[in-house]
Nanobody, 114 residues
């Protein structure tokens, strides 16, 4: 299993970014997929989850601003981030569990300037 995250960058407060995570080596359409982030000086936290049937869940801090989605044909996971705030500055990781093992993307850095 390989997860390749991309789409991070520098954006001003109030701006938007879309993260992508390309998956291979697994049956993507049946896997729950997750986005985590690690803010500077803090522990890694779960940001958003999407199940195989498309159900979603978000940490309270991003509800109404972030949208997780998936393209099962292209095997890509997305995180649309709108109304970004400086406190969203973090390294973002995609993650999944497959055959009782956890797999992580390499992380993509998001910096939100005030």
């Amino acid at each position: 299993v390989q997860l390749q995250a991309s789409g991070g960058g520098l954006v001003q407060s109030g701006g938007s970014l879309r993260l992508s995570c390309a998956a291979s080596g697994m049956n993507f359409r049946i896997a729950s997929m997750h986005w985590y982030r690690q803010c500077p000086g803090k522990q890694r936290e779960l940001v958003a989850t999407i199940t195989s049937n498309g159900s979603t869940n978000y940490v309270e801090a991003v509800k109404g601003r972030f949208t997780i989605s998936r393209d099962n044909v292209r095997r890509i996971l997305f995180l649309q981030m709108d109304s970004l705030k400086p406190e969203d500055t973090a390294v973002y990781y995609c993650q999944t569990r497959w055959y009782d093992r956890y797999f992580w993307g390499q992380g993509t850095e998001v910096t939100v300037s005030s």
